[in-house]
């Protein structure tokens, strides 16, 4: 193998390490508001976003747990993030999403206000969760500093979690 060769893998090598390093240090999430406040959740967790559709409510169930709703053949819970987070109900209007998150078998839809955008938050601009707030049962996962504004991660897990 040449000498010219051998350096033109080594820089390869050296920029495919830098990539990976860069890209290891980006966390890409999605975000939404809740009343007032901006939270945000990893963008992989999503499966889909979509307009308000029809749901059916189911007894029994906390006040959040507005029902059930059809997305082609598969029967999702649907959760008001407004009421879960202890919010008043609001009507839906045209910002109004579903967003149905899904992290192995679990998967269930969420009403937001509305989406704010795609994300790119590098890894050392994200702070642990309040310590008011921290431990295993906390929905937070942390807290995300921009130039402009600061956002609550949550744990997607913990969304997922059943308690009804």
């Known amino acids: 193998m040449s000498d010219k060769l051998k350096q033109v893998i080594s820089n390869q090598t050296k920029k495919n390490e830098v990539d990976t390093v860069h890209v290891n240090d980006v966390v890409q999430l999605v975000g939404f508001i809740i009343g007032d406040e901006e939270y945000a959740v990893p963008i992989l967790s999503i499966q889909e976003i979509i307009k308000p559709i029809e749901w059916t409510?189911?007894?029994?169930?906390?006040?959040?747990?507005?029902?059930?709703?059809?997305?082609?053949?598969?029967?999702?819970?649907?959760?008001?993030?407004?009421?879960?987070?202890?919010?008043?109900?609001?009507?839906?209007?045209?910002?109004?999403?579903?967003?149905?998150?899904?992290?192995?078998?679990?998967?269930?839809?969420?009403?937001?206000?509305?989406?704010?955008?795609?994300?790119?938050?590098?890894?050392?601009?994200?702070?642990?969760?309040?310590?008011?707030?921290?431990?295993?049962?906390?929905?937070?996962?942390?807290?995300g500093k921009q130039e402009d504004r600061i956002l609550t991660i949550l744990k997607v897990n913990k969304l997922l979690e059943r308690d009804f």
């Open 57 to 143: 409510r189911v007894p029994q169930t906390p006040a959040y747990v507005l029902g059930v709703f059809n997305l082609r053949g598969s029967v999702i819970p649907l959760i008001d993030l407004r009421l879960k987070f202890g919010l008043k109900a609001k009507k839906h209007n045209e910002e109004t999403r579903f967003f149905v998150l899904k992290q192995g078998d679990d998967v269930a839809g969420f009403v937001i206000d509305r989406l704010t955008m795609a994300l790119r938050i590098k890894r050392s601009n994200i702070g642990p969760a309040p310590e008011t707030m921290a431990g295993d049962e906390s929905l937070i996962d942390g807290v």
